[in-house]
């Protein structure tokens, strides 16, 4: 739980009208400072995510000397070029960012300079093995807690070679990570996973010139060219979307437009989900920007069903399973979620947070398994009192729950949805109709 705990009651809405658009992706935002920072030139940023994981980013940056301007509309990046960067003078605190560590472990590895990488009491549970490993056969110097594989990370920059890496699990972090350290390393660093995680990293090396070849299963990248800055408009999360997608298919009689949503390939699995169980959403007015796919999302209330859901989907909507567990919870039938063992490991073990939460507010039978649930869908929720384990995707997930709960329901933190979503609570209050 944070320093300052912040408890909120929810109370059920009678429906969900009107439109709203979601903040800036997460996961562009933290890669349109890293790239902005490693290039030449100025990169100018619309629609940054304004989150706690992407201040953590931020100042990361500003503490290795890269000037970084925020006026609240544009971010402005003065890019110091890829061997521009300064040892840091402290400790760089990634807070509760994963995507942080992990992509700046590579970062970090092929610099001059020594650093030391930690973050709060949750990332510093979090296995840190999947990418000191294959950066260690690239010859990263990092040694950590746990013989390497816990934060804090020390890194003492060093000179990297390019491998082949065969990724055993399908995670954007380990490829962005062995990306950034590909861009310091002698040839081709190569990686290739077990099916394809979300390519933004390929989409914005590319848009800032980098010199890389993205297959199907994976990526290519040769260092040494240099980066030039861009323009970037983020395109607004779909992963914050979600909470409202499936908030207005389980609230009866609601109907909901969500704006200027990113809609790649690889991060739609949630909507793929969403319309097997049966789910009305549209998406409206396609259009690409700053080389990513962007859509206005229709949204109506549905009657769900239970469905299987793994295999490559997962991947694709791996940030999605809280909401996707809410929605299972209140749909017909039985929902089988299998081959997301990676739940176990994110910000908490999802899998153990949603189980035993929705069974606290009144859901069916639910079963874990190692590498998934079994939900039996119930006609209605009744509430009670539920722990956020002080990951922002649970806590939203059950704020979407509580909407359709009998009674209220009073989750014990919500400090942290700051990490990914300011103004969450602000937005959902704008379209309930109570
Ligand atoms: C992210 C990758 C995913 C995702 C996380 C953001 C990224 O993590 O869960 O929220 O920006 O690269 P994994 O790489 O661990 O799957």
Not at 319 to 341: H, L, M, N, Y
Not at 377 to 389: D, F, I, N, P, Q
């Amino acid at each position: 739980m944070h320093e300052h705990a912040q408890p909120l009651t929810v109370a059920p809405v009678q429906k969900l009208q009107g439109e709203l658009a979601v903040p800036g992706d997460k996961s562009i935002s933290h890669r349109s400072i890293m790239l902005g920072s490693l290039a030449q030139g100025i990169t100018r940023i619309s629609n940054f995510l304004r989150g706690e994981d992407n201040f953590s980013t931020m100042k990361a940056f500003r503490s290795m000397g890269v000037p970084i301007e925020d006026d609240g509309q544009t971010v402005t990046v003065h890019g110091v070029g890829l061997h521009g960067l300064k040892e840091p003078g402290d400790l760089l605190d990634c807070g509760n960012s994963g995507t942080t560590i992990r992509l700046m472990t590579g970062l970090l590895s092929g610099q001059s300079f020594f650093s030391v990488l930690t973050g709060d009491q949750y990332l510093r549970k979090r296995p840190m093995k999947r990418v000191v490993e294959p950066l260690a056969r690239m010859g990263a110097q990092i040694a950590g807690r746990g013989g390497g594989t816990l934060a804090p990370l020390a890194i003492t920059g060093a000179s990297l070679s390019g491998i082949d890496y065969k990724s055993p699990i399908a995670s954007a972090q380990v490829k962005s990570a062995l990306m950034l350290a590909g861009l310091y390393a002698a040839g081709e660093t190569k990686v290739t996973e077990p099916s394809l995680s979300r390519d933004h990293s390929e989409r914005m090396f590319r848009f800032f010139g980098a010199d890389l070849d993205a297959f199907s299963n994976g990526v290519a990248v040769r260092g040494g060219r240099e980066l030039k800055g861009q323009e970037i408009v983020v395109p607004g999360d779909i992963s914050s979307a979600a909470f409202f997608l499936v908030a207005a298919l389980i609230v009866p009689g609601s109907e909901l437009l969500i704006r200027n949503v990113g809609v790649n390939p690889t991060r739609t699995g949630v909507i793929d989900i969403l319309k097997a169980m049966g789910g009305d959403i549209t998406l409206q007015d396609q259009r690409e920007v700053s080389g990513e796919p962007v859509a206005d999302l229709l949204v109506r209330s549905s009657r769900l069903k239970g469905i299987e859901i793994g295999g490559d989907l997962v991947p694709r909507a791996i940030d999605e399973f809280p909401a996707i567990c809410v929605a299972a919870a209140v749909a017909e039938g039985t929902t089988t979620i299998k081959d997301a063992k990676e739940l176990r490991v994110k910000e908490t073990d999802r899998i153990a947070a949603m189980a035993s939460n929705l069974r606290t507010v009144g859901a069916g039978q639910i079963d874990e398994t190692d590498d998934g649930m079994i939900i039996q869908g119930v006609e209605s929720l009744s509430g009670g009192t539920v722990t956020s384990c002080g990951d922002h995707r649970i806590a939203m997930s059950l704020s979407v729950a509580a909407l359709v709960c009998k009674n209220e329901v009073q989750i014990d933190d919500v400090s942290c949805v700051a990490t990914s979503f300011p103004g969450f609570y602000e937005l959902l209050a704008k379209v309930a109709v109570r």
